[in-house]
């Protein structure tokens, strides 16, 4: 499906010009964790590729969650036996939370909830609906219903249109030309289009209102659809939101949009609304489907966006801890009847080996998960940090190949211990390239998103092959989108780059460190820390600053130290603003006096 965009949005930028690296390697922006309309929020990729456009960033990884394309532990019925305590059926997750929500000025009497009678008859749960009545005390549009809100069980509705039908019976008690009922459905974020404004779409599914039944309408990104309803008895209704936005927005590309909300309402202009729902039911399209209607998309949307490398990658995500696919060959996950408790297992013995086996990579997401829960206490931070830490070495990181490091805060943990257990990796010779991530699910600014880290590379091109080449080496460094824009390396004795792990029995190693256009009053600093396998014993971070540099040190692009390697050590750099804030971080590279026990990955060998 082409997508005609009739006007360009005026805040993009051109990219600007490639920089080249000492070996003729470009530097390549990425951001390489991001959630489109096929997840649970409320981004597309029109939004998303808009920012990656606008800030200049050469490549967007789509990593979509796994199981949300699978439609796993999806709600498919709701009988609307309790607004909090329905029980779902077997795999279906837990009940949900209709919230209550009133708009305009209501009459006293106006109200809703769970009745026992009326209910359908086409429910096989007999017994149940939902009761919502809405009067307006001054004939300007006043409504009172129900939200769905799923978040305490993940979610499970929200996921892409494509192909989904839904179902409800729908009894209207008192309808008319001033009052009717609503479904609403609210769709995805997508940017200014044809005269349009920025924004979330949405479709209002009415029976009854000043509509002809048959008919719609559109004002800016609200579409307004008009059922056929029979008052004082039970109608079927279905809808398709996907086939009704291609109808509405036929400029937009209609698989584009996902399921973020749905409303049960009674909206009265000045005459009572009033009426019942009951027996919704979810017909989904999942799978492959998914997954190849993203690739489509790849294609139609680089010819509005032919700055941006559009890679599909994927999130494995059945539960915690979630890990990234990138590489050729992605495919959805058949988990079978694994538990949560065998799931770290099934990854490290069966998902990444096949994954390394297609010659993808995998990426260690949220290490200390996914929430989005204020900072714990500083001891709590340490306590977790050392824990998670103990587990990480004990089973090698599931043997991924990357660690989500650039978080400024995640799952309660600030920067500095995503850095800590990057260190404490690097201590006991865990060869992880650190990268930066966003997890962004709305696309809506990518500079002002809490966490707006990013991962650039020194590579050959923007080739999948390439990207990947340069990650699994460590040539790669991560920063905060916003606040640093340059380049980092690193090179040992004047042959072994950033990410490389050499061995030398020299007690004194030459370092140079690169570093480009860092923050006004900004600093470079080095940072080295002991390579002593000290494994569950010791795990905390070890490293000390031991240079730093400012921009007139660095007005030449490189400084030369040398490094005291009378132990085995590490060493990266780290940009600091005037502030005092970790803006970027250059990957490691390991200074090692005997070979490591494990070995030296080939990609790291010098």
Known sequence: MAVVRAEWPRSVAAAGP???GADGSLQVGMAMHIHSSFSEQYGSMDSHLLQAQANAVDVLWWTEH??????????????????????PA???????????????????????????????????????????SAESSNHAAASLGFYAQSQSSDWNYHCSLIGQTLAIEVLPTSIGSSAYLEILITSSYHPANSGRPAGQYSISYRLGGPGVPGTSSVSGIQGVVNLAATPSQWNSVAIGPANDIAALWPGMD?????????????VSTGALASGNFDYLRFSRSSGEVQLTAQQDMELSYGLLYPDVTQLQGLEISLTLPHVNWYGAGVALTDYGTVTTKQYPGFLQTSVIPAIHASGGLVSYNHPYGASSSPAFSQALQNQKMTSLAISML????????ILEVGYPLRGGADLQHHIGLWDICSRNALFLTGNGASDDHVGTNWLRFGNNWFTSVWAASTAESDLLSALV??????????WFRGSLDLLV???????????????????????????TNGTLQVVQGVVDYAGSSAAVPNTAVVATYSTADLSGGTVTLPVDTTQSSFVRTQVVDSAGTIVALSNPAWLLGEAPPNGIPAPRAY
């Open 66 to 87: 796994d199981y949300r394309m699978s439609g796993i532990g999806y709600r498919d019925t709701v009988h609307f036996t309790s607004l909090t305590a329905e029980k």
């Open 394 to 401: 004990g089973n090698r990181a599931l043997g991924v190949d």
């Open 254 to 266: 209609a698989r584009d949009f996902g399921l973020f909300g749905i409303n049960l309402n009674a």
């Open 18 to 20: 490639k920089v080249v």
């Open 493 to 519: 004795d004047g042959v072994a780059p950033m990410g490389s792990v050499t061995v030398s029995s020299l007690p004194t190693r030459q370092l140079s460190v690169i570093a480009t256009d860092l923050p």
């Open 473 to 482: 080496a460590g040539r790669s460094w991560c920063a905060s989108l916003p």
């Open 90 to 132: 077997p795999g279906e997750g837990g009940p949900w939370q209709w919230q209550l929500q009133r708009a305009g000025e209501l009459t006293k009497t106006s109200t809703g909830g769970i009745v026992s009678s009326p209910s359908s008859p086409l429910d096989p749960v007999v017994g149940g609906s939902l009761a919502v």
